[in-house]
């Protein structure tokens, strides 16, 4: 058993809890969920273009099988629209609406309030050397 592996391993995933759990807490007020916030932000990515669920799905963060109550929920918030795609009727195409560009902006605001005590903390060096021996463990 290689004790430093699972130590690490232990400290990426409850480093991950963490950074969704604080963030869920700052959208909370604007009564919007992480997975939701990540389904505008790649609305807002595909600049104005319709994406389909499948698509969001493989951009989501947090892979969900809950994307279509997801985007239920930001269709009934007024955030997105859905309409029936016109080449294919079983898919749907989703874009964001104006509304929904500005609650994410609010929303934006609160991320990046939380991020910022930490943005500092490493170099950029040690930033690159931690995302690449991340990636290397994903490989």
Known sequence: MNKEYYQTV???ITTGHWITDEITKALKEHGVTEPQ???LRILRGAKGEPVTVGDI???M???SSNITRIVDKLVTKNYVNRKECPTNR???DIT???EGIDILKQLDKKVHAFHQ???NKLDKEELNTLKSLIQKLKS
């Open 61 to 63: 963060v947090q892979r």
């Open 96 to 98: 964001i609406t104006e």
């Open 10 to 12: 232990y400290e990426i």
């Open 117 to 119: 005590p930490f943005i």
């Open 57 to 59: 799905l493989d951009k």
């Open 90 to 92: 079983r898919k749907m």
């Open 37 to 39: 916030y990540n389904v």
